[in-house]
């Protein structure tokens, strides 16, 4: 029997977040309290069976470059010291890993250049704050990167809290339509933070703007490919890209290519239709191993080549490896029946607009072994802000911008007028984030340390 929809009145709503208010106080978010057994080194050697051996020093490389590196490369991690943390029990759709180099620009099917979150790796629902907290500790990990004093970083987060706090309640005023419509456009975008940034930084933002738009398929396919002997293939740059013919002999080759011509063929699929038909009006050209990322180095990545109506309509394909979400197992949540399904059902939910080419499907590897795979174009305007320029002023307002785009996105999926209701209108919840962003980034640059001095070390058990 299908379950019933219960309508219940904003009242009943806002009561359930009051509740949750009086059984957690906001304030109470500012604690950190970690497990005496803690180890974060260790929790990153339990994902390496998963990965590809002859990448983890790259993942290694990549993670002991700084500790915000390191940060973004430890979703794991703060996934396994948040767990043990007291949470309201309210749940919306997570991105899983909502920090500050998680949110960008990239094209909307309609061609309008958006700015929202545009990683789903680990998205899954669960409470609300924990995105929140996964942003702001990334904000404070990051002003210190950039040399703002304790009093500038403070600020930031605090900002950035305050913003998703009055988006929220925001949110809650609204109806259903109008907050999934509720989106920023970049030039919408630019428009608002034009009276609070300076001329230098305005050229910036419009520079990365122009940027975005310049990164559209042609412009991959010109730099990832080159025609050799008349036939347009991905070039080598190994070990970042490496084509599959100098990846396995000629016949687990050609069984990999028709592996991958069906994997496309079937995920069409999971499109809606009229999507569906354009994606099998291309035809399989060439595919090659990519290395994204920093925490998700090792996965399995590909870039396939593919033909529309002749060599001049190329497109560009990233189908990448869909593993367990590293929140999941913390919230006891049932074993997802496909992991790539879950990584797309989370994007469509939190996004404002989605790439229409972004679909799942299952294939098996040059293992054997059966894996869950998304499916998104390459590049599409895609487009990141540079954090490491930015002034305590620039990054408060881009948290800002994150803050409320992150806002929106749990309102689609979680109960928004619970959630503000829960958050209410005081400043304890953004200065209990000021506490335990400081208090996180401390963690976060003792666990740098350990990790560089044991990849210094030659660590056998960071070695796939």
Same mark, same amino acid.
């Given at each position: 029997?299908?379950?019933?929809?219960?309508?219940?009145?904003?009242?009943?709503?806002?009561?359930?977040?009051?509740?949750?208010?009086?059984?957690?106080?906001?304030?109470?978010?500012?604690?950190?309290?970690?497990?005496?057994?803690?180890?974060?080194?260790?929790?990153?050697?339990?994902?390496?069976?998963?990965?590809?051996?002859?990448?983890?020093?790259?993942?290694?490389?990549?993670?002991?470059?700084?500790?915000?590196?390191?940060?973004?490369?430890?979703a794991a991690v703060m996934?396994?010291?948040?767990?043990?943390?007291?949470?309201?029990?309210?749940?919306?759709?997570?991105?899983?890993?909502?920090?500050?180099?998680?949110?960008?620009?990239?094209?909307?099917?309609?061609?309008?250049?958006?700015?929202?979150?545009?990683?789903?790796?680990?998205?899954?629902?669960?409470?609300?704050?924990?995105?929140?907290?996964?942003?702001?500790?990334?904000?404070?990990?990051?002003?210190?990167?950039?040399?703002?004093?304790?009093?500038?970083?403070?600020?930031?987060?605090?900002?950035?809290?305050?913003?998703?706090?009055?988006?929220?309640?925001?949110?809650?005023?609204?109806?259903?339509?109008?907050?999934?419509?509720?989106?920023?456009?970049?030039?919408?975008?630019?428009?608002?933070?034009?009276?609070?940034?300076?001329?230098?930084?305005?050229?910036?933002?419009?520079?990365?703007?122009?940027?975005?738009?310049?990164?559209?398929?042609?412009?991959?396919?010109?730099?990832?490919?080159?025609?050799?002997?008349? $036939?347009?293939?991905?070039? /080598? #740059?190994?070990? +970042?890209?490496?084509?599959? !013919?100098?990846?396995?002999?000629?016949?687990? *080759? =050609?069984?990999?290519?028709?592996?991958?011509?069906?994997?496309?063929?079937?995920?069409?699929?999971?499109?809606?239709?009229?999507?569906?038909?354009?994606?099998?009006?291309?035809?399989?050209?060439d595919m090659a191993r990519?290395?994204?990322?920093?925490?998700?180095?090792?996965?399995?990545?590909?870039?396939?080549?593919?033909?529309?109506?002749?060599?001049?309509?190329?497109?560009?394909?990233?189908?990448?490896?869909?593993?367990?979400?590293?929140?999941?197992?913390?919230?006891?949540?049932?074993?997802?029946?496909?992991?790539?399904?879950?990584?797309?059902?989370?994007?469509? $939910?939190?996004?404002?607009? /989605? #790439?229409?080419? +972004?679909?799942?499907?299952? !294939?098996?590897?040059?293992?054997?072994?059966? *894996? =869950?795979?998304?499916?998104?174009?390459?590049?599409?305007?895609?487009?990141?802000?540079?954090?490491?320029?930015?002034?305590?002023?620039?990054?408060?307002?881009?948290?800002?911008?994150?803050?409320?785009?992150?806002?929106?996105?749990?309102?689609?999926?979680?109960?928004?007028?619970?959630?503000?209701?829960?958050?209410?209108?005081?400043?304890?919840?953004?200065?209990?984030?000021?506490?335990?962003?400081?208090?996180?980034?401390?963690?976060?640059?003792?666990?740098?340390?350990?990790?560089?001095?044991?990849?210094?070390?030659?660590?056998?058990?960071?070695?796939?």
């Amino acid at each position: 029997m299908r379950e019933q929809h219960v309508f219940e009145t904003p009242e009943a709503r806002a009561e359930k977040g009051l509740t949750a208010r009086k059984r957690l106080p906001p304030e109470e978010h500012a604690a950190l309290d970690l497990r005496a057994d803690r180890d974060a080194v260790g929790v990153l050697v339990q994902q390496l069976p998963s990965r590809l051996p002859e990448l983890v020093g790259i993942r290694n490389e990549r993670m002991s470059a700084s500790p915000f590196a390191f940060f973004r490369g430890g979703a794991a991690v703060m996934a396994a010291d948040l767990a043990p943390q007291p949470h309201t029990g309210l749940y919306a759709q997570l991105c899983g890993d909502a920090h500050l180099a998680n949110f960008g620009m990239f094209a909307s099917p309609e061609r309008n250049l958006l700015f929202d979150v545009n990683d789903f790796d680990e998205t899954c629902p669960g409470p609300w704050e924990w995105d929140v907290k996964r942003l702001v500790a990334s904000l404070a990990v990051a002003g210190r990167a950039n040399g703002f004093t304790d009093k500038q970083n403070t600020k930031v987060v605090v900002a950035a809290a305050r913003r998703y706090q009055d988006a929220m309640r925001g949110f809650a005023g609204q109806g259903n339509l109008a907050v999934w419509y509720a989106r920023v456009s970049v030039t919408e975008l630019r428009g608002l933070l034009a009276d609070d940034i300076n001329a230098k930084a305005g050229k910036r933002f419009d520079k990365a703007i122009a940027k975005a738009m310049g990164r559209d398929h042609l412009r991959s396919v010109a730099t990832l490919t080159q025609v050799v002997d008349g $036939v347009r293939r991905i070039v /080598s #740059d190994p070990p +970042l890209l490496v084509p599959v !013919a100098e990846l396995a002999p000629e016949v687990a *080759r =050609d069984e990999l290519e028709e592996s991958m011509e069906n994997l496309l063929w079937d995920y069409a699929d999971s499109l809606a239709p009229g999507h569906r038909e354009l994606a099998r009006s291309y035809s399989f050209v060439d595919m090659a191993r990519k290395v994204v990322g920093v925490g998700s180095v090792g996965t399995r990545c590909w870039v396939v080549l593919m033909r529309g109506r002749d060599d001049g309509d190329p497109l560009l394909l990233q189908v990448k490896e869909a593993q367990p979400s590293v929140i999941a197992s913390h919230l006891g949540l049932p074993k997802q029946r496909h992991e790539g399904l879950r990584v797309v059902t989370g994007q469509r $939910v939190m996004q404002a607009a /989605s #790439d229409m080419f +972004l679909g799942w499907q299952r !294939a098996m590897g040059l293992d054997g072994k059966i *894996r =869950d795979f998304y499916v998104r174009q390459l590049h599409d305007w895609k487009g990141s802000a540079s954090i490491e320029d930015m002034t305590p002023k620039n990054l408060r307002l881009y948290a800002e911008v994150c803050a409320w785009t992150l806002a929106r996105a749990h309102a689609r999926s979680g109960d928004r007028i619970a959630i503000a209701a829960y958050l209410g209108d005081d400043e304890q919840f953004s200065r209990a984030m000021a506490v335990f962003a400081d208090s996180y980034a401390d963690v976060n640059a003792r666990d740098h340390a350990k990790f560089t001095e044991a990849v210094a070390n030659g660590a056998s058990v960071l070695r796939a």
